[in-house]
């Protein structure tokens, strides 16, 4: 049970985003803060997520790509982020980043639903 209960939550982050968004509204989160504390959750389940559906659709393990896409990444906004302020702030590029992390494993997520949903079709067509 608690097998089906992890393979749920890995094949659907957003229902931690909502689990996430209802108990900080029940402990007493501020609205402004709500959704960042719920995105700040969620990111790491997305992450696993997008490798395992990647295995899943291409049958190979590319973790290795994600992570150092996020290693770029981090890189990238530290160096812009010392590029034009004076006070290099550590905690707020790690918050940007880790957003921006949020943001684009949204987008690889449903990206990667589509194709695995094509490939199917196309495959049960044939």
Request: with cysteine; net charge positive; aromatic share 14%.
């Given at each position: ?40 959750w ?7 997520s ?22 770029i ?7 812009v ?8 702030r ?33 495959q049960?067509a044939?």
């Open positions: 049970m608690l097998q089906n209960i992890l393979g749920g939550l890995l094949l659907f982050p957003f229902l931690i985003l909502i689990v996430c968004l209802i108990l900080s509204k029940k402990i007493g989160v501020s609205p402004s803060r709500r959704f960042g504390f719920a995105v700040d969620t990111t790491p389940f997305l992450g696993v997008v490798t395992v559906l990647i295995h899943t659709i291409w049958d190979q393990w590319l973790g290795f790509y994600v992570a150092g896409t996020v290693c990444l981090a890189i990238l906004f530290s160096i982020e010392r590029l034009q302020m004076k006070e290099f550590t905690f707020l590029v790690l918050r940007k980043t880790w957003r921006v992390y949020f943001l684009l494993l949204t987008c690889v997520y449903i990206l990667l639903l589509g194709i695995g949903i094509a490939l199917q079709i196309i049960y044939n």
